[in-house]
């Protein structure tokens, strides 16, 4: 029972913030603008979704070879289009990442560096991975608060509305880190030794790291791509200089696994970031939701995985038997590279 608690917040927390949204705002206006969407635009966001998927694959893939297994190129983008689609359907947006770490870890024979399992190596490659996608927009978002005078603003003015409490609040942060890292260095736990030699080696290394912050940043470049193609779907009128700075803090709101793949972090996030720009709120929150969907669109690829997969499990007339990892092992004579 406990197990499905979790997801029920999580749930509720999202129809929470959507039905807030929905109070403060013109519903009807939002559902006219949403049915009025330009489909040659709605076709460009879904078909970024390929490239996207196929990026964040292949950062994948290198990051799971660094770690010492083998993930195969059909693998990699199958299990990635499955796990967005999860990701998109399920509370926390982050169970599909957890379902192909798992998958991966429970499907591939180690490599020659490997241990003789692969389901920690798989999940920290995935933890990793992610966690490069999460720097890369971090930094990203920092670079936006930069060119855009009206997030700049608001920040100062933030800090110093609190500016008692914000560095006090500052050094506690520090103190703990600080507390954490040399509890660690006087006690190194096994678990977390493995895992810091494996950051090391699969994303802090000199022959490493360009590779991952240019991919990550190319992810978050077609995710801020959909996002100009939903505006342009709204027939949204904005100069580019005005508009990209606003979409990075909105993909920031989406990260926090509170909610349903970020609804009603991302909308709230918009209702509050569009008047600082001078913007109405209203047309935040249309270019918000028009992006969910449109990203919910793009990862239904992930679905036909999902029933492929069923089918297979369930026996289904005509469907192989064997599993589709060790079917591709055997097609490539075991080969993972």
């Known amino acids: 029972m406990n197990r499905w608690l979790l997801p029920a917040l999580r749930l509720a927390f999202t129809l929470a913030l959507l039905g807030v949204l929905a109070w403060q705002l013109d519903t009807r206006q939002l559902l006219d603008r949403l049915g009025d969407l330009s489909p040659g635009w709605v076709v460009v966001a879904v078909l970024i979704g390929v490239p996207q998927v196929v ?26 289009y499955l796990a967005t689609f999860l990701n998109q359907i399920l509370p926390g947006g982050v169970v ?10 429970n499907t591939q024979t180690p490599s020659e560096t490997a241990t003789s399992s692969t389901s920690g190596p798989a999940i920290r490659a995935v933890i990793i991975e992610r966690a490069s996608g999460q720097i890369a927009l971090l930094l990203v978002a920092a670079v936006a608060v930069v060119l855009s005078p009206a997030l700049r603003r608001a920040i100062i003015d933030s800090w110093q509305a ?47 790291w360009p590779a991952q912050l240019f991919s990550s940043l190319l992810v978050i470049a077609t995710y801020v791509a959909v996002f100009l193609c939903a505006a342009q ?105």
């Open 96 to 105: 599909g990442d957890a379902a192909r770490a798992w998958r991966h870890g």
């Open 162 to 208: 609190h500016g008692t409490t914000g560095p006090w609040i500052l050094l506690a942060a520090l103190l703990l880190g600080g507390g954490i890292l040399t509890g660690l260095k006087r006690r190194p736990w096994p678990a977390l030794a493995t895992f810091g030699h494996d950051v090391k080696r699969a994303l802090l290394a000199v022959s490493v």
């Open 55 to 80: 990026l964040s694959a292949w950062r994948w893939r290198m990051t799971a070879h660094q770690v010492g297994i083998g993930l195969p190129w059909p693998t990699a983008i199958r299990e990635y």
């Open 233 to 337: 779907a709204l027939g949204l009128q904005r100069p580019l200089p005005e508009l990209l700075p606003l979409i990075p803090p909105l993909l920031m709101a989406m990260a926090v696994p509170l909610t349903i793949a970020g609804w009603g972090l991302r909308e709230g996030a918009a209702a509050l970031i569009w008047p600082l720009a001078g913007l109405p709120a209203q047309e935040g929150v249309a270019l918000s939701v028009t992006y969910g969907l449109l990203i919910l669109a793009a990862s239904l690829p992930g679905l036909a995985v999902l029933l492929r997969e069923t089918r297979i499990r369930r026996g289904a007339p005509g469907s192989a038997t064997m599993p589709t990892p060790a079917r591709e092992k055997a097609a490539t004579g075991g080969h993972c590279g």
